[in-house]
């Protein structure tokens, strides 16, 4: 292959030595650091020993890592002796694990890296630690980790290393933008995936800094045809955990020519820009062999950046980084900051020694917020959704919107004008209008989920400002989650309420007054068989609620669900249960899916989501 930049000096920057040598090898190194390669404990792991001979083409020296200011060792008497001390020297101040005991009170005065295997970075404490310190204006939260001692030693290791000056190929791989192409970044879109060999750009070329952004799962980021690839085969698979389709001998998804094994990219940095591309140990959706961060960190990457959760990464945040990359500012802090403003918590995590701070944005100031009667509330939503642009010009819902539209104007403008319609009268024929929208609104969703309708979410948030308060609620899986409310900036878009668990990302969807949902399920089904789906229906005003359910286009087919819609009272202030089953073709392929419970009233649309797993038929 073609590469950027010529091969490095022969002289060695990391040294492979087993696993009962490491402490020894890391005593003499630290001893004199200019003089010795950096020992990696390879025995038993052929691919640290190959991620170590491409690292010989990203690292031309050894160099004396930034330090931080606190570091903490998390589990330390699991790791292999040597690779504490090895750590040692990129922190001023070293802290006893229990200073994590209360991670909410820890505020972490100055930087801190945190430092232990993947399994020991849970949501208590990493999600209080990430809540706590992204805003600051230092970089207080750097992690060092790996799927064993092994890699968070070479991982370790990585950090003393010195980047090659050559290598200085910035690259945007994006399967969801066409950015604008900065002079100085190779950028990637998705006219580029289906005429150029991206496979080969990517592998063939050592990179700097690297972005892959597109859709997928915490094993893989989609880019067109081709795929970033979390699986590593040299690791053995955990019994009874969840795997994509590949753990169950079913072929990929995506064409098997056309996958790229992220441990075999050649990059300084590696940014994960999909949702849940890195997410805390306990909120895997996967078997560790096949995770997106892990087989990163086992590759020759010094620095790797991951999306804990989901986000609204898009065309800003692409700018955002390419700017940052241009200039050397770190990616992490520009990433986070750019999405400051759509949402109250921390997308991005660093793995990897940061550099200079960097100074985090202000949040932006919140918008007025005021509750409406149900006349004004259909006006604003129908002038939404006939004039924000949401829905097309040729939409089947438009005439009877519109329509509908011309009432609520009369009543709103001139109340009185109607002589013959008292206020009662007025509502009751509101009432029933909106009845009869909310049931072509649900049947049209039921037939067609992707109507542009159910686009609601993202079409309002991206014309939308966040408002700082947040409220901590309870997810349906039971994990702790926020709610927050992003302000529409013009008339016609609507305010939105979203809530997001780390585990299951963002949870639901709805705008304000409108019926609250959470569903609940099983978290795997058998293939053939039956997933009973209770729906929680919580509505903000007594009245009937259309309800429906769907799955991914991808299942549809192997799927039936039963009803379709119903509809149900619902009554202001209390919750109310509604049933459905979807029963599963013998033949569905085991993996990872979801499904959606949507409701409807007075015109919007609210949705839960909630992941399942479909496993093999028990015999």
Same mark, same amino acid.
């Given at each position: 292959?073609?590469?950027?930049?010529?091969?490095?000096?022969?002289?060695?920057?990391?040294?492979?030595?087993?696993?009962?040598?490491?402490?020894?090898?890391?005593?003499?190194?630290?001893?004199?650091?200019g003089r010795?390669?950096?020992?990696?404990?390879?025995?038993?792991?052929?691919?640290l020993?190959?991620?170590?001979?491409?690292?010989?083409?990203?690292?031309?020296?050894?160099?004396?890592?930034?330090?931080?200011?606190?570091?903490?060792?998390?589990?330390?008497?699991?790791?292999?002796?040597?690779?504490?001390?090895?750590?040692?020297?990129?922190?001023?101040?070293?802290?006893?694990?229990?200073?994590?005991?209360?991670?909410?009170?820890?505020?972490?005065?100055?930087?801190?890296?945190?430092?232990?295997?993947?399994?020991?970075l849970?949501?208590?404490?990493?999600?209080?630690?990430?809540?706590?310190?992204?805003?600051?204006?230092?970089?207080?939260?750097?992690?060092?980790?790996?799927?064993?001692?092994?890699?968070?030693?070479?991982?370790?290791?990585?950090?003393?290393?010195?980047?090659?000056?050559?290598?200085?190929?910035?690259?945007?791989?994006?399967?969801?933008?066409?950015p604008?192409?900065?002079?100085?970044?190779?950028?990637?879109?998705?006219?580029?995936?289906?005429?150029?060999?991206?496979?080969?750009?990517?592998?063939?070329?050592?990179?700097?800094?690297?972005?892959?952004?597109?859709?997928?799962?915490?094993?893989?980021?989609?880019?067109g045809?081709?795929?970033?690839?979390?699986?590593?085969?040299?690791?053995?698979?955990?019994?009874?955990?969840?795997?994509?389709?590949?753990?169950?001998g079913?072929?990929?998804?995506?064409?098997?020519?056309?996958?790229?094994?992220?441990?075999?990219?050649?990059?300084?940095?590696?940014?994960?820009?999909?949702?849940?591309?890195?997410?805390?140990?306990?909120?895997?959706? @996967?078997?560790?062999?096949?995770?997106?961060?892990?087989?990163?960190?086992?590759?020759?990457?010094?620095?790797?950046?991951?999306?804990?959760?989901?986000?609204?990464?898009?065309?800003?945040?692409?700018?955002?980084?390419?700017?940052?990359?241009?200039?050397?500012?770190?990616?992490?802090?520009?990433?986070?900051?750019?999405?400051?403003?759509?949402?109250p918590?921390?997308?991005?995590?660093?793995?990897?020694?940061?550099?200079?701070?960097?100074?985090?944005?202000?949040?932006?100031?919140?918008?007025?917020?005021?509750?409406?009667?149900?006349?004004?509330?259909?006006?604003?939503?129908?002038?939404?959704?006939?004039?924000?642009?949401?829905?097309?010009?040729?939409?089947?819902?438009?005439?009877?919107?519109?329509?509908?539209?011309?009432?609520?104007?009369?009543?709103?403008?001139?109340?009185?004008?109607?002589?013959?319609?008292?206020?009662e009268?007025?509502?009751?024929?509101?009432?029933?209008?909106?009845?009869?929208?909310?049931?072509?609104?649900?049947?049209?969703?039921?037939?067609?989920?992707?109507?542009?309708?159910?686009? @609601?979410?993202?079409?309002?948030?991206?014309?939308?400002?966040?408002?700082?308060r947040?409220?901590?609620?309870?997810?349906?899986?039971?994990?702790?989650?926020?709610?927050?409310?992003?302000?529409?900036?013009?008339?016609?878009?609507?305010?939105?309420?979203?809530?997001?668990?780390?585990?299951?990302?963002?949870?639901?969807?709805?705008?304000?007054?409108?019926?609250?949902?959470l569903?609940?399920?099983?978290?795997?089904?058998?293939?053939?068989?039956?997933?009973?789906?209770?729906?929680?229906?919580?509505?903000?005003?007594?009245?009937?609620v259309?309800?429906?359910?769907?799955?991914?286009?991808?299942?549809?087919?192997?799927?039936?669900?039963?009803?379709?819609?119903?509809?149900?009272?619902?009554?202001?202030?209390?919750?109310?249960?509604?049933?459905?089953r979807?029963?599963?073709?013998?033949?569905?392929?085991?993996?990872? @899916?979801?499904?959606?419970?949507?409701?409807?009233?007075?015109?919007?649309?609210?949705?839960?989501?909630?992941?399942?797993?479909?496993?093999?038929?028990?015999?």
């Amino acid at each position: 292959m073609n590469r950027s930049v010529t091969e490095p000096p022969s002289a060695a920057v990391f040294r492979p030595v087993a696993r009962g040598g490491f402490a020894a090898a890391v005593k003499e190194f630290l001893a004199d650091p200019g003089r010795l390669p950096v020992p990696v404990p390879v025995e038993g792991r052929a691919d640290l020993d190959r991620s170590v001979g491409l690292a010989a083409g990203l690292y031309d020296g050894v160099r004396t890592p930034p330090q931080v200011d606190f570091g903490i060792v998390l589990g330390a008497g699991e790791l292999l002796d040597g690779v504490v001390e090895l750590a040692r020297p990129l922190a001023g101040r070293w802290l006893p694990e229990e200073e994590l005991d209360d991670a909410a009170g820890f505020r972490c005065p100055g930087s801190l890296v945190v430092v232990g295997g993947y399994d020991r970075l849970g949501l208590d404490p990493v999600r209080a630690l990430l809540l706590a310190t992204y805003r600051g204006a230092e970089r207080a939260l750097t992690l060092l980790s790996g799927r064993d001692d092994a890699s968070v030693a070479w991982n370790i290791a990585k950090q003393y290393g010195r980047s090659v000056p050559g290598v200085d190929a910035l690259g945007l791989f994006t399967d969801t933008d066409r950015p604008p192409r900065l002079p100085g970044v190779r950028v990637f879109d998705d006219r580029d995936f289906e005429r150029s060999d991206i496979q080969r750009e990517i592998l063939g070329t050592r990179w700097r800094r690297v972005v892959f952004q597109g859709h997928g799962k915490d094993d893989s980021v989609n880019l067109g045809e081709f795929t970033i690839c979390g699986l590593n085969p040299a690791v053995p698979a955990a019994p009874g955990l969840l795997g994509p389709r590949c753990a169950y001998g079913l072929p990929c998804y995506k064409p098997e020519d056309k996958l790229i094994p992220l441990n075999r990219v050649e990059a300084v940095e590696v940014v994960l820009n999909a949702c849940n591309s890195g997410p805390l140990a306990d909120l895997a959706l @996967y078997d560790p062999r096949y995770q997106l961060l892990l087989n990163a960190l086992d590759g020759p990457a010094r620095t790797v950046v991951s999306a804990v959760s989901v986000h609204d990464s898009d065309r800003p945040e692409n700018v955002a980084w390419m700017r940052a990359a241009l200039t050397g500012a770190d990616s992490v802090d520009t990433l986070n900051a750019s999405l400051a403003g759509s949402h109250p918590y921390p997308a991005f995590m660093r793995f990897g020694m940061p550099g200079e701070p960097s100074r985090t944005p202000a949040a932006p100031k919140p918008s007025e917020h005021r509750p409406d009667p149900l006349v004004l509330t259909a006006g604003r939503r129908l002038t939404a959704l006939l004039a924000s642009g949401l829905l097309p010009h040729n939409h089947g819902l438009r005439p009877r919107l519109s329509k509908l539209a011309r009432k609520v104007d009369l009543w709103v403008a001139r109340p009185t004008h109607l002589a013959d319609q008292s206020s009662e009268e007025i509502r009751s024929s509101l009432a029933a209008d909106l009845q009869s929208l909310d049931h072509v609104i649900a049947e049209a969703v039921a037939a067609n989920p992707e109507d542009e309708i159910m686009n @609601y979410p993202a079409h309002f948030g991206d014309r939308s400002s966040l408002d700082p308060r947040v409220r901590e609620v309870t997810c349906h899986c039971g994990r702790p989650a926020q709610e927050f409310t992003r302000r529409g900036l013009l008339p016609q878009v609507l305010d939105t309420t979203c809530a997001v668990c780390m585990r299951c990302g963002d949870v639901t969807f709805r705008v304000p007054g409108a019926p609250a949902l959470l569903a609940h399920a099983a978290d795997e089904v058998e293939q053939g068989g039956v997933l009973e789906v209770r729906a929680d229906l919580l509505a903000s005003r007594t009245g009937p609620v259309r309800l429906g359910l769907f799955v991914p286009t991808y299942l549809r087919q192997d799927t039936v669900v039963e009803p379709a819609t119903v509809k149900v009272r619902g009554s202001a202030g209390e919750h109310r249960d509604v049933t459905f089953r979807v029963r599963f073709a013998p033949g569905t392929a085991p993996q990872a @899916y979801y499904f959606t419970v949507f409701a409807v009233q007075d015109l919007a649309v609210s949705t839960a989501r909630r992941h399942f797993g479909v496993v093999p038929h028990r015999t």
